[in-house]
């Protein structure tokens, strides 16, 4: 399966694999080898050299490689194809699709624009060299930004990377809210409906901005604030770690250039945002009426299995909501009992346990505060880790989603190439020998042209489909990673509390023996 | 103080030290050994053990209700004879309708349970009814055993009588009594708070007990009020234990429900919180016993001092009154033989009044020093042991999930 075998990285460590190739060798046995050794290789989108494809749909990217490689490629491509029965197709087993060969192209991202990719082979050897993307993103020092109704909280977006995509290596910029949602709609409409899970977005709170918008300098519109930056951080990683976008240069215009073009688009009651709307329904009532022929059950599987995830992972979220809002109660509870054990141990009239009651208070007041870094914890940690995946898989749902549309487009162009050959075989039959030459013409356009629209369909539905598989692999990777990595820090911030507990109590302890 | 005398252990084992044995006799032991929880009521077994020649057994238990331990406390209330002294504060109504209505509510139902989640839940509600039933009795026993300690309340005859007299002492049906007595003792309550805090004409001569009444006007509000926040605090716990439980059951069913590489992780993680959630529990409950319960008691322990002392400040006025009327006596010399026995019986009523209230006053403070130190202690020590009991557990879930990797 195309999910566990990611397509060998062409920019391997080894200058020596590439000399090999020049020298005619069989590009497939030493990338197999390299198959091994990079399990999770992102795709270098940047590999396509314009001479290799003659996939359809995706266009490869117009690269100028360094000398060697383009020949190289050239060489590869006359080497290998589908028919070579020693060939072991790279890929996977599924649905291949028949017109796309099994090369390099094979690893193309679809539908990148042609860009100012100049590759130099260390950072295609970082990227090969699976997880560690290096680069850093962090969202920090929130700024609120003019006056009233059209203030805005505006955003320091710093990089550090060592990726020679970027022009430095260090870089910040300042964003604002929309134009993350901006940022998320382009990849959206870019990468969704070709089947690649893009990270959502954070969700727009009106109630929220307009307390900080009205200025309201108090903890909850901190709060607010502070719980969006972080979501616009997470955001971020999570859509740098996909390799096909962290590639897209909206993504690295957002990233780097000072100034961005205002997304108004974004805005909920603009006529984009009502007519995102009206779609969205649209898209609701068509899923409904899709009945799918589902031919290959892994499908079939995942959505179930989405489905069941998704409804426990709601149910977990609003259970760990529950308890932050009880943990904060806690913590409020706390602080008034300190304060009040205060008062008691000062109008209590023996010397000691009018001391030790004070200490008690003391030490119910430092409680307290371990209470809501607790609280904190509990919500940043493994709530919002919740409400991300959540929303995730939401897009899951959706990337799925589109694979049914790209099936009934494909279904819906047989239907209608159906309809052209019967019109045409009608017209054998017609009483108007004059104009029938002319309308024999012009079906046999149209039939061709159909006939294009369905080849169109089912490569399209193939890729998807090979897409998502891939997408699902790498999502289902992630979201073991993060899940674990979240679990272990939030268990560490119970620990961190318990202990500090125990060093309270332990110096409480002498204290309540004191009293005498 | 001798702490060693713990006669107050509950059925737990665990010991109830609102109060000491200042006097440290044994020749009067009390203790409920039963109770029995009906619709309505709760019946009390009342053993008693004594070597006192009044008595005509060594040992012997009666059946007592709630109502009858009111009863008896009333009549301590309404003797002059114990006008100098702290009479201990009646126990509280036994109150299970709150935890009656919960388990009621969760047996009606909320579909969005699971089994599991629902067994969980009836379990901790369940010992939640057993904890207040566990109180109530305490409370009353309580009660009971200060009367046996104290060297004049013990002696008195209704205490015999509640203790071995096997019949029902029909006292219930003084129940609207008692509750239109009790609106009149309030109304009379105000007014000697009045007496006592504005000290409406009367001179405090003692040092001793003018400071008295400043210490326990204050202090009572405190503890109240500090008692409340207790109660509060504890609540939150409890919320906190509960909501463990939710967690701990989605997790499980994640776990379950897929076969990932992070499946494991989901169940070890669901039988962590659900351990943890029983420690939670019992630092919510030992809290409620050590720190609420200590501060409740002493709010009303701290009412019947303050009560002492309206007695004390009525005496007070009384003798002063009988010093007025024998002034006017003798300036018109009219039933001077009279006044004058009359402000004697004032004076040395007061007096008695005065010294015993000392005494019960010292003592008030002596036991309530001792029973805050126990308790302070022992919650420390409660802490400190479930803290650690977490620890471990998370320390140990993190490495079982640290080997997963």
């Known amino acids: 399966m195309a999910a566990e075998r990611e397509p060998p990285p062409l920019g391997d460590a080894e200058q020596t694999d590439f000399r090999e190739l020049e020298d005619g060798e069989d590009l497939f046995i030493s990338t197999a080898s390299t198959l091994e050794s990079s399990p999770s290789s992102p795709e270098p989108a940047s590999l396509h050299a314009e001479d290799i494809s003659t996939s359809n749909g995706p266009k490869p990217a117009e690269i100028s490689l360094e000398d060697d490689r383009e020949d190289l490629f050239a060489e590869a491509t006359e080497e290998v194809s589908l028919d070579s029965p020693e060939r072991e197709p790279i890929l996977s087993d599924e649905p291949s699709p028949a017109i796309t060969p099994v090369t390099p192209t094979a690893l193309v991202t679809p539908r990148i624009d042609p860009v100012m990719f100049e590759r130099c082979k260390e950072e295609l050897e970082e990227e090969a060299n699976g997880d560690s993307f290096d680069i850093d993103i962090s969202v920090s020092d929130p700024e609120k930004v003019g006056e009233g109704m059209n203030a805005y909280m505006a955003y320091k977006v710093t990089t550090k990377t060592s990726l020679s995509i970027f022009n430095k290596k260090e870089f910040s910029v300042k964003r604002r809210f929309s134009d993350f949602l901006g940022l998320h709609s382009k990849l959206a409409s870019k990468y969704m409906h070709i089947g690649y899970i893009v990270p959502p977005a954070p969700e727009k709170s009106i109630v929220g901005m307009t307390k900080v918008k009205v200025g309201k300098e108090d903890p909850s519109s901190a709060e607010f604030v502070e719980k969006r930056r972080s979501a616009l951080e997470r955001y971020l990683e999570r859509t740098v770690k996909h390799p096909t976008l962290l590639q897209d240069p909206d993504v690295q215009q957002f990233l780097e250039s000072s100034e961005l073009p205002r997304a108004v688009s974004t805005q909920a009651l603009s006529g984009a945002g009502i007519l995102r709307m009206v779609n969205k329904a649209a898209d609701a009532v068509n899923k409904m009426t899709i009945k799918m022929n589902e031919s290959d059950a892994w499908f079939e599987e995942k959505q179930q299995q989405f489905e069941n995830l998704d409804q426990q992972l709601r149910k977990l979220h609003t259970s760990v909501e529950t308890l932050v809002c009880h943990r904060k109660e806690l913590s409020v509870n706390t602080a008034a009992f300190a304060k009040s054990a205060a008062m008691l141990g000062n109008s209590e009239d023996h010397t000691a346990l009018s001391r030790a009651l004070s200490q008690l208070a003391e030490v119910e007041e430092k409680i307290d505060q371990l209470h809501q870094e607790q609280a904190y914890a509990d919500f940043y940690l493994f709530s919002e880790l919740l409400s991300d995946y959540v929303r995730l898989i939401t897009a899951v749902k959706g990337v799925f989603d589109q694979r049914m549309k790209t099936w009934q487009k494909w279904q819906d162009a047989q239907a209608m190439l159906q309809k052209k050959l019967e019109a045409e075989a009608k017209l054998q039959y017609a009483n108007k020998p004059d104009k029938l030459q002319q309308a024999k013409d012009e079906i046999r356009e149209e039939i061709e042209e159909w006939e294009g629209k369905v080849q169109q369909g089912e490569t399209d539905f193939k890729q998807i489909s090979k897409t998502i598989r891939k997408e699902v692999g790498r999502f289902e990777k992630e979201r073991v990673k993060d899940f674990k990595a979240v679990i272990i820090k939030y268990l560490e911030s119970l620990v961190q509390t318990q202990q500090q507990l125990i060093k309270y109590w332990e110096a409480f302890l002498p204290e309540a023996k004191a009293i005498a | ?405």
Request: glycine share 2%.
């Open chain 2, 1 to 405: 103080m001798d702490d060693s005398q713990d006669l107050f252990v509950g059925e737990d084992g665990r010991p109830r030290s609102v109060t000491v044995d200042l006097y440290n006799d044994s020749s009067l032991q009390v203790e409920i050994s039963d109770a029995v929880s009906e619709r309505d009521k709760v019946k009390f077994t009342v053993h008693t053990k004594t070597n006192l020649a009044h008595f005509k057994k060594p040992e012997f238990s009666v059946v007592r209700q709630h109502e009858e331990f009111i009863w008896l406390h009333d009549t301590y209330l309404e003797n002059e004879d114990y006008a100098g002294i702290i009479i201990p504060p009646a126990p509280p109504r036994p109150d299970f309708e709150a935890s009656r209505e919960k388990l009621q509510k969760l047996g009606e139902g909320d579909g969005s349970m699971t089994r599991e989640e629902f067994a969980k839940m009836k379990q901790e509600l369940e010992a939640e009814y057993l904890a207040i039933f566990k109180k109530t009795v305490a409370m009353h026993e309580v009660f009971l055993q200060r009367l046996a300690m104290h060297p004049i309340l013990r002696r008195d005859h209704n205490f015999y009588v509640f203790l071995e007299y096997d019949q029902d002492l029909s006292v219930r049906g003084k129940n609207k009594k008692e509750i239109f007595g009790g609106f009149l003792k309030n109304i009379v309550k105000s007014a000697d708070e009045a007496l006592i805090t504005s000290m409406s004409g009367l001179k405090e001569v003692d040092d001793f007990f003018d400071h008295e009444r400043t210490f326990l006007l204050e202090y009572h509000t405190r503890v109240k009020d500090s008692s409340l926040k207790a109660d509060r605090l504890t609540r939150s716990h409890k919320n906190v234990a509960e909501d463990y439980i939710p967690i701990s059951s989605a997790l499980n069913v994640l776990g379950t429900q897929e076969s990932s590489a992070i499946s494991r992780s989901f169940i070890k993680l669901a039988e962590l919180f659900e351990k943890l959630r029983k420690v939670e529990g019992r630092v919510a409950s030992d809290e409620d016993l050590k720190l609420s319960d200590l501060l409740r008691y002493y709010m009303r322990d701290s009412q019947a001092a303050k009560d002492l002392l309206y007695r004390r400040a009525r005496s007070l006025a009384d003798y002063e009154n009988a010093n007025k009327v024998l002034d006017k006596a003798r300036m018109k010399n009219k039933d001077v033989k009279q006044a004058e026995n009359h402000q004697l019986v004032c004076c040395q009523r007061f007096e008695k009044l005065s010294d015993s209230a000392k005494q019960e006053l010292i003592d008030f403070k002596v036991r309530r020093v001792a029973a805050f130190r126990k308790n302070l202690i022992e919650l420390t020590e409660l802490e400190l042991k479930h803290a650690k009991a977490s620890l471990l557990l998370l320390r140990n879930c993190l490495v079982s999930l640290k080997m997963d990797h």
